[in-house]
């Protein structure tokens, strides 16, 4: 099963930015979509945004189109979370998921469907 680490949470003031990263070991070979999702307290996990591992194809929530920008390096198995004009809003424990099973899908959207996770890393924005 694919192994994931995250990395670059921490506190930021409303109107800043932050870099997320998540590195992926084991079989990546085998990943179908990675993905961005975030969780608040009390509430449900939701997706953030979700990335092709082969091809171009991304999905964001709504809530942050225009904001936040997913990339990905395949030579470093890492996926990138790039969040800009953050609002507070955004703050919450951030998780990265792979989806490693093959499949004829064009993208992956839902928490559902990934079957790895990271340990989550938390991101705090100020009024």
């Known amino acids: 099963q694919v192994q994931l680490v995250e990395s670059g949470g921490g506190l930021v003031q409303a109107g800043g930015s932050l870099r997320l990263a998540c590195t992926a070991s084991?079989?990546?070979?085998?990943?179908?979509?990675m993905g961005w999702f975030r969780q608040a307290p009390g509430k449900e996990r939701d997706v953030v945004a979700t990335?092709?591992?082969?091809?171009?194809?991304?999905h964001y929530a709504d809530s942050v189109k225009g904001r936040f920008t997913i990339s990905r390096d395949n030579a470093k198995n890492t996926v990138y979370l790039q969040m800009n004009s953050l609002k507070p809003e955004d703050t919450a424990v951030y998780y990265c998921?792979?989806?490693?099973?093959?499949?004829?899908?064009?993208?992956?959207?839902?928490?559902?469907?990934?079957?790895?996770w990271g340990q989550g890393t938390q991101v705090t924005v100020s009024s």
């Open positions: 998921a792979a989806h490693s099973v093959y499949s004829t899908t064009l993208i992956y959207t839902q928490a559902a469907d990934f079957g790895s």
């Open positions: 084991g079989p990546t070979y085998s990943i179908h979509t």
């Open positions: 990335i092709r591992w082969t091809n171009t194809r991304t």
